[in-house]
């Protein structure tokens, strides 16, 4: 729902990698606005990591916390607006775009190669159920990549930082 003053929440989408949480993070500050990271409100809601849903419960069921939470966020988004970084598969599931695209927020597409992508998270050390050898990152990223180029802007994060990645958003969107 947009803000009285005209700006909409802004979701930053994407795969594993691309900088999604720290570039959310930047651009709250810079804004002023709330960030929210959804796989935290995930795992709030489950009490447990995202890597013991995956290891105990399955991916099936994860995606259906991650519906279930993006809908609560949704429904909770009034007149302040939030800059929001979903999990890296939560824009290739149908119905969160759907859910999306009612809700009228800008969803930004944060992209780089995969090469790129997959070295960043082997830096980061942070557990992601799903982070697999470079081949097979390198061939889910390519089946997502047409439901990410659903989202209204894509910006190419390769080689830049996150301090400049958040500016380049601000700037795209008209909020700087
Ligand atoms: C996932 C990405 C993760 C997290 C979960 C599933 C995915 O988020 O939501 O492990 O399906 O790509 P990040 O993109 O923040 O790593």
Redesign the pocket.
Known sequence: MPEAGGHKSVFLVG??GAG??SVGRSLGRRLGWRFEDL?DRIQARAGHS?AEI?RDLGEAEFRRLENTSLRELVSELGTEPRVVAL????FAQPENVGLLERADVRVVFLDGPAEELHRRCEEEQRE???LQDAKQFGELYEQRRSAYLMASCRIDTTGKDVDGVAVEVACRLGLE
């Open positions: 795969f594993m999604k949480t796989d995202i995956f999990g890296g598969g939560a992601r159920p799903l």
